[in-house]
């Protein structure tokens, strides 16, 4: 298992279209892959989990992968997150 905390930096936070995204790019990893916000855990292969973390610009957290290629799975979730998701 690894982990990595991280800021979103894009503006609107994870709304539809850059939840979207991040979830369809980490449903491509057999890793199991979570966001910690708030003292909650979401699936972050899950669009809806992602948005009913309701995690905001500025917000900290921690990106959690588990399983047989989670340092690729936890590499690209940081690259995304930093990137603003592509905003």
Do not use: W
């Not at 905390?5 to 979207?20: E, Y």
């Not at 991040?22 to 491509?28: E, R, S, W």
């Not at 909650?40 to 588990?66: F, H, M, P």
Request: contains cysteine; negative net charge; charged residues 20%.
């Amino acid at each position: 298992m690894v982990s990595k905390k991280v800021t979103l930096v894009n503006a609107q936070g994870f709304h539809m279209r850059p939840a979207s995204v991040f979830a369809t790019a980490m449903g491509k990893y057999s890793s199991n892959v979570t966001i910690k916000f708030n003292g909650n855990d979401y699936n972050a292969k899950s669009l809806l989990n992602i948005i009913a973390a309701c995690i905001k610009c500025g917000s900290e957290i921690e990106i959690v992968c588990d399983g047989a290629d989670e340092n690729e799975a936890l590499a690209d979730a940081v690259e995304r997150i930093e990137s603003g998701l592509g905003e």
